[in-house]
Nanobody
Framework: QPQLVESGGALVQSGGSLRLSCAAV????????IGWFRQAPGKERLAVSC????????IYSESVKGRFTISSDNAKNTVYLQMNSLKPEDTADYYC????????????????WGQGTQVTVSS
């Protein structure tokens, strides 16, 4: 059964950094893109970034451009989201998801989801 396992969420002070990891288990990233989404309390789940190994990446959220970077390590079958200069408004549950369709901000196009990892940024 394909799975995505996230890790790296934590409580961090404003201005700090975190690196989230998303490990794909049971399938290879060669045939899927990986997207990162986040969901703040009471808000909808929104796309943050997406990567297609070997083809590039995209940042969907204007608010994280210049601060967040997505990358992949195919040898480890893992995608990372490096988050710098964190702000309280980045507080959310972060999810990674796999899609066979390509990078789109629509969460309904993603086939597999991780369990989420919580990021809390204190002011």
């Amino acid at each position: 059964q394909p799975q995505l396992v996230e890790s790296g969420g934590a409580l961090v002070q404003s201005g700090g950094s975190l690196r989230l990891s998303c490990a794909a288990v049971g399938f290879t990233l060669d045939y899927y893109v990986i997207g990162w989404f986040r969901q703040a309390p009471g808000k909808e789940r929104l796309a943050v970034s997406c990567i297609h190994s070997g083809r590039g990446s995209i940042i969907y959220s204007e608010s994280v451009k210049g601060r967040f970077t997505i990358s992949s390590d195919n040898a480890k079958n893992t995608v990372y989201l490096q988050m710098n200069s964190l702000k309280p408004e980045d507080t959310a549950d972060y999810y990674c998801a796999a899609s066979a369709f390509g990078c789109y901000p629509d969460r309904f196009l993603y086939d597999y989801w991780g369990q989420g990892t919580q990021v809390t940024v204190s002011s």
